[in-house]
């Protein structure tokens, strides 16, 4: 005979793994938000942010550091690269690595965007840990106030059951 769940709404709570899936759904809901009137998503800022620190990547490395299929990548760079912002250079050689790079139109749009996203750090308040708190604690106190019913700005936020 299976046996019932009996969990409570703190056992659920406790839980990192699920704290941390939930609060990245609603971070990235947010950005979007905030990086919106710059018709830019948190993921194009990804692959922005990565090209202006490396200077140029080729479109696996790029994959890679922003956390995304190298097949979603493919569009992404498309898409990018149609608005202007970034280019492909091949290597020289058939069958080489072309590298992509930021153009100036990306560096400046990426110069208007990463003040807002930085901005995002004040959605993080001071987290105060006893000796004993394990790392999973640590998480769940940071990111439990993401997943309230307050936002930042004082308003309602319907994030709190939509993970």
């Known amino acids: 005979m299976p046996q019932e769940f009996a969990a409570s709404r703190d056992d659920v709570d406790a839980v990192a793994a699920w704290t941390v899936i939930r609060a990245g759904r609603e971070l990235a809901r947010r950005l979007a938000t905030e990086l919106s009137p710059m018709e830019l998503t948190p993921v194009e800022f990804g692959v922005l942010v990565q090209l ?51 153009t100036p139109a990306g560096r400046e749009l990426l110069s208007r965007a990463f003040p807002v996203v930085l901005a995002s750090n004040a959605w993080f308040g001071p987290v105060a840990v006893d000796d004993d708190a394990t790392g999973a604690d640590v998480v769940a106190t940071a990111l439990r106030p993401l997943l309230g019913s307050e936002t930042p700005d004082g308003s309602g936020s319907a994030s709190a059951g939509t993970a």
């Open 52 to 102: 202006a620190t490396a200077e140029e990547l080729s479109q696996a490395e790029l994959s890679r550091a922003v956390g995304v299929r190298p097949q979603s990548m493919t569009a992404l760079v498309a898409a990018l690269g149609a608005r202007g912002l970034l280019v492909r250079r091949a290597e020289p050689g058939r069958g080489r690595l072309s590298r992509l790079t930021l």
